[in-house]
């Protein structure tokens, strides 16, 4: 079955610093992988998404994603870190028997001035 | 317009009672589902729907009864209700089971239950 895996449950930047968020995936066959961020107080966005189509996946808001089958990995990264990123993000691979999502417990990201 | 639309927002009940949460989308899907997330914001998969028919249920007690009047319903039923039925449920929709294990879930904003 697919899983993923991400590392550090907390991730803490400055303002303008680089964000980079971990997520390893475990699965037999090419995945589908999705970031996803949760709001405070809200529902889940998602972010991008990688179906095979480019290692490299842009998603919103300035965000993106690379996957890299050596490492089994699909980090999310942003150059540059706004406060309005501080948020829970998820990262999900689709079970390819039923199109249903399997999330990673989540990383918070924290933003200071 | 709201895609994914869920009520109520917030639902406090006591230990035992019986309740329902409904979601509704205007996306034109054809599946829904329902997720779980627990106080650690770990999300799960409860159950999954296609035009109408129940696709996934994946291991949630009996207490919990999904039903969809349409395909663009999908409405949460959950009897006697416990202390650990607390948690935030949402709905999601995307456009056809068929599409493949690709497509994009479109997430509700949740519905935050706590059972006392």
């Known amino acids: 079955a697919q899983s993923v895996t991400q590392l550090g449950s907390h991730v803490s930047v400055s303002e303008g610093a680089l964000v980079l968020l971990r997520c390893n995936y475990s699965?037999?066959?090419?995945?589908?992988l999705f970031w996803y961020v949760q709001y405070p107080n809200q529902g889940l966005q998602l972010l991008l998404k990688y179906t095979s189509a480019a290692t490299l996946v842009k998603g919103i808001n300035g965000f993106e994603a690379e996957f890299k089958k050596s490492e089994t990995s699909f980090h999310l990264t942003k150059p540059s870190a706004h406060m309005s990123d501080a948020a829970e993000y998820f990262c999900a691979v689709s079970d390819l028997g039923f199109q249903k999502l399997v999330f990673g417990t989540g990383t918070r990201l924290l933003v200071s001035p | 317009d709201t895609a994914v639309s869920q009520t109520p927002k917030y639902l406090v009940t006591q230990m035992g009672n019986d309740k329902s949460i409904k979601c509704e989308q205007n996306?034109?899907?054809?599946?829904m589902y329902w997720y779980k997330q627990d106080s650690k914001k770990f999300l799960k998969i409860m159950f999954s729907y296609n035009n109408k028919e129940l696709i996934i249920n994946e291991t949630v007690p009996n207490r919990f009864s999904p039903k969809s009047p349409d395909k663009a319903h999908l409405n949460l039923h959950i009897n006697s209700l416990e202390l650990g039925d607390s948690a935030v449920y949402f709905c999601?929709?995307?456009?056809?089971?068929?599409?493949?294990?690709?497509?994009?879930?479109?997430f509700g904003p949740g519905t935050r239950l706590t059972v006392l």
């Open positions: 999601a929709s995307s456009q056809d089971f068929q599409t493949g294990p690709s497509d994009t879930q479109y």
């Open positions: 699965s037999s066959v090419p995945p589908y």
């Open positions: 996306l034109g899907h054809d599946t």
